[in-house]
T-cell receptor, first 112, second 113 residues
């Protein structure tokens, strides 16, 4: 079974402060991990994925297989970063089908 | 990025009626589409995986006869909520798999009176 845990429902930080959104996963195989973002009244959209190892809008995330974590980080938060962030894992389920499991989401609130 | 549309964006229906929600990939072909349900302040819950030309794969606890999924073409999947009840009221979101990425539709708000 695959599972994604986001322990924080809400994270409030001041503008300019560092941000770390936590994500831990459980999966027996080799996972593909993603961060999705949902801005207010907009659809869910991909922020970044671990295989591309890129920085999007200043955010980075490193896959730590030893700790089974994929935390999302940004050194200096901006007001426009306020949104709902979902960590997701893509793996093959017992039926042989690709399946994406989402965490419960963390609401990031950047205080001006 | 690729665009996925859903229709309708919201629907209100009476208890006992059936509601069909369409999911279209507008500029790419999607062999796989996913249907999610999102409860207020909760995460997305995968309901089923829809593969073009074959039967959908339902997640545990999701009633196949209640939530009928048809993936008739590479650009269209439909979710029909049959004999809807108030507890089926929710936000339904589809996504289409393409270019090694999932693209999400804007969602459909279903309210069953």
């Amino acid at each position: 079974a695959q599972r994604v845990t986001q322990p924080e429902k809400l994270l409030s930080v001041f503008k300019g402060a560092p941000v770390e959104l936590k994500c831990n996963y459980s999966y027996s195989g080799s996972p593909e991990l993603f961060w999705y973002v949902q801005y207010s009244r907009q659809r869910l959209q991909l922020l970044l994925r671990h295989i591309s190892r890129e920085s999007i809008k200043g955010f980075t995330a490193d896959l730590n297989k030893g700790e089974t974590s994929f935390h999302l980080k940004k050194p200096f938060a901006q007001e426009e970063d306020s949104a709902m962030y979902y960590c997701a894992l893509s793996g093959v389920n017992s039926g042989g089908y690709q399946k994406v499991t989402f965490g419960t989401g963390t609401k990031l609130q950047v205080i001006p | 990025g690729a665009v996925v549309s859903q229709h309708p964006s919201w629907v209100i229906c009476k208890s006992g009626t059936s509601v069909k929600i369409e999911c279209r990939s507008l500029d790419f072909q999607a062999t796989t589409m996913f249907w999610y349900r999102q409860f207020p302040k909760k995460s997305l819950m995968l309901m089923a995986t829809s593969n073009e030309g074959s039967k959908a794969t339902y997640e545990q606890g999701v009633e196949k006869d209640k939530f009928l999924i048809n993936h008739a073409s590479l650009t269209l999947s439909t979710l029909t909520v049959t004999s809807a009840h108030p507890e089926d009221s929710s936000f339904y979101i589809c996504s289409a798999s393409g270019r090694a990425e999932q693209f999400f539709g804007p969602g459909t708000r279903l309210t069953v009176l």
